[in-house]
């Protein structure tokens, strides 16, 4: 088997059935609940970093498990009694060990995703999470605030301090930024775009942003003009629906406006400088998915497409993941249709798509190029 396409078998195999660990706390730490990065685990095969689920309840029933690393640092994947691959951890950031000058660890300001992007939700509240009628499902925005592991508002100041840092002591490539609803109006859009102007003013970063659309466009140019590469404004459900059942609030922002403010923000940023997150899994079919990939794609917007991870605490902790073969059924004509768009990830500069550690979409975007 093609080395690439052995790869991509391997991590969507992990990334939808978990991995059970032997040996806890090996390289950096992972968060277990709350905001993500959240009850996944880095980890690295051949050249690639991924997140894979180790905390939660299918991970701790799956036939993969990671044994103690070996004297060079890798561990063997073992799946029943047969050996699979090898993996390697990503070490303890360095900028995990400071903290802002009022005692605050730079580790709750912001956290290390994949091996080099730097990862942070600006505002940890959201005006639909709080209400059961209309918070998101998959969405545990507020537990990670609740118990301690984070702050409830990044400013800017400690985003640029804690980002200049990253980069300096750890060779981070890329950020995100996403945050809580604040609002029905700018939907986050501001406090980003502060923010971003504040990093850009102390460190040379590739930044995107993440929020709902805005509901005035003058709000995509100020965010680029702020120093934001990339925008992702998230569908993660494309059937009517199961958005009203999953996105129970979120849904009240119907599709055609998303795509209205999709094809807005690609005018201002640029093809694939556009892009959403598409959560396999929780009720839409593979046709609906590709249906509405080919729709984005065609628009100009990168259609990121990760599998399921329930998140403990929420009401989906014990919805299974999709298969792995229902992933590869997505993700194979996926990495075709954007080679062939000139959309693969490495076009996008920054953000989820740009890292794609979360699903293995780019390794079969690399795949359709092999061949």
């Not at 073992?78 to 580790?107: M, N, Q």
């Not at 209400?131 to 409830?152: D, M, N, P, V």
């Not at 590739?206 to 702020?226: G, N």
């Amino acid at each position: 088997m093609n080395e690439t396409i052995a790869d991509a078998e391997l991590i969507t195999q992990l990334q939808t059935r978990g991995v059970r660990l032997v040996q806890i706390g090996i390289g950096a730490p992972s968060r277990q609940g709350g905001a993500g990065p959240s009850d996944h685990k880095a980890m690295t095969v051949g050249n690639s970093t991924f997140m894979a689920p180790v905390h939660t309840t299918q991970a701790s029933d799956s036939p993969y498990v990671a044994l103690a690393p070996d004297a060079a640092g890798r561990s063997e994947i073992l799946c029943g009694d047969s050996s699979v691959g090898h993996v390697s951890f990503p070490a303890r950031p360095k900028f995990y060990d400071l903290e802002t000058e009022d005692g605050i660890p730079y580790w709750k300001i912001a956290q290390l995703h994949s091996r080099d992007v730097l990862a942070t939700t600006v505002l940890q509240s959201c005006l639909r999470y709080e209400r059961e009628e209309t918070a998101c499902q998959f969405c545990a925005i507020g537990r990670s605030l609740r118990e301690g592991k984070t702050i409830a508002r990044k400013t800017g100041a400690q985003l640029a301090e804690v980002a200049k840092a990253a980069v300096e002591l750890d060779g981070v490539k890329h950020m995100v930024m996403t945050t809580g609803t604040p609002n029905r109006t700018d939907r986050g859009a501001r406090v980003l775009t502060e923010c971003a102007s504040a990093i850009g003013r102390v460190v040379d970063l590739p930044i995107q942003a993440q929020c709902e659309p805005p509901d005035d466009d003058a709000w995509y140019r100020r965010l680029h003009d702020a120093g934001v590469d990339t925008l992702g404004m998230h569908l993660e459900v494309v059937n009517p629906a199961v958005r009203r059942r999953v996105l129970p609030g979120k849904c009240d922002v119907p599709l055609e406006e998303y795509f209205r403010a999709f094809e807005a923000a690609v005018d201002v940023f640029g093809r694939a400088q556009v892009t959403t997150y598409i959560i396999a899994g929780l009720g839409d079919t593979v046709d609906e998915i590709l249906s509405v990939s080919r729709r984005l794609i065609r628009t100009g917007v990168y259609p990121f497409v990760v599998p399921l991870t329930p998140i403990s605490g929420t009401p989906l902790e014990h919805t299974p993941s999709p298969s792995a073969e229902m992933m590869r059924s997505i993700l194979q004509p996926l990495g075709r249709m954007l080679v062939d768009a000139g959309m693969g990830s490495e076009t996008v500069k920054a953000g989820c798509a740009r890292c794609g550690a979360c699903s293995s979409l780019r390794h079969f975007e690399e795949a359709t190029c092999v061949h």
